[in-house]
């Protein structure tokens, strides 16, 4: 059986957070991996490969709403299927 056939085709944006009209909540049932630069992150929010850019959650500072700031970091994004 060929797993990768059954999984959905990587979107070019994604986002982690439900609230976003970027993220697909079918491709969050499998693992994804990302990688910035040749370097594999594991604490990505979102990204876009087309633009080249992920955003990850800062370590203290807080929105008014009480979730942690994206910091964008940008460069060579590749997502994948663990």
């Known amino acids: 059986m060929n797993d990768a056939t059954s999984k959905p085709e990587l979107p070019d944006r994604l986002a982690g957070n439900a609230r976003s ?6 491709i969050f049932e499998h693992e994804i991996g990302i990688r910035l630069n040749g370097k594999e992150r594991s ?3 979102e990204y876009c490969i087309s633009e080249g850019w992920v955003k990850v959650a800062s370590a203290n500072a807080l929105d008014r709403r009480g979730q942690p700031l994206l ?3 940008k460069g060579t994004v590749e997502a994948y299927y663990k």
């Open 21 to 26: 009209p970027f993220h697909v909540a079918e």
């Open 71 to 73: 910091m964008t970091m």
């Open 43 to 45: 604490d990505v929010e």
